[in-house]
């Protein structure tokens, strides 16, 4: 388990220094990187699946720790997909802004061309402009979408390693009474042996003196 953990470990550090790529990465490749990412976390979340096998049969004592382990590894590549599908959602919309405008802009019209009227269409233009208002708060919708998911996820998480701490802490509360119990009984079986030992030594001279 602690392979396979570590490898796990050094894998979500190596994502997360790509992440820091993607805004820089030009736009004719930063695709790649984004399904490079996804396969890296898809990858990930494989091993944890088995980490989480490995971990529930850990020896008892060490089975709350490894659990801790496995979920903290969880939370943070849930908190990784959750900012590449927001970074993917802020890209998609800026494209999507970007082909609109190049097609404003491109737009070439005849004395014949029915659309002339279209870009000094006051009315037209306003609905053009709501249309594309919708589709922003859309796009926006989505990514709070994900975000709400991302953080659903990540409660759910918290509230399992809290759960799993508190059952740590009265596993170890627990431990430290037994060992109390077991020091005072190992003190007090030193003393009746002490005590042993000193009557059988009255007992043996009494014998010699009066017997012999």
Do not use: W
Request: with cysteine.
């Amino acid at each position: 388990m602690e392979t396979l953990y570590h490898q796990t470990n050094k894998q979500i550090q190596e994502v997360q220094s790509l992440m820091g790529n993607l805004e820089k990465t030009d736009r004719q490749s930063v695709h790649l990187l984004e399904n490079e990412l996804q396969a890296r976390i898809d990858q990930i979340f494989n091993h944890l699946e088995r980490l989480e096998i490995l971990a529930s049969k850990e020896p008892p004592n060490r089975r709350q720790n490894a659990k801790l382990r496995v979920d903290q590894l969880k939370y943070d590549v849930q908190h990784l997909r959750t900012a590449l599908q927001n970074f993917q959602h802020r890209r998609y919309a800026r494209e999507a802004q970007d082909r609109e405008r190049e097609e404003l802009m491109s737009r070439t019209f005849t004395t014949n061309d029915a659309d002339t009227s279209i870009p000094i269409d006051e009315t037209l233009q306003l609905n053009t402009n709501l249309h594309n208002a919708h589709r922003g708060m859309d796009d926006l919708l989505g990514s709070g979408s994900s975000i709400l998911n991302g953080i659903r996820d990540q409660r759910s998480t918290l509230k399992g390693t809290h759960k799993k701490m508190l059952d740590v802490a009265n596993m170890l509360g627990l431990s430290n009474t037994v060992m109390r119990l077991i020091e005072r009984r190992a003190t007090q079986d030193k003393f009746i042996m002490i005590g042993g030992m000193l009557l059988t030594c009255v007992f043996m001279f009494l014998v010699v003196r009066y017997l012999g």
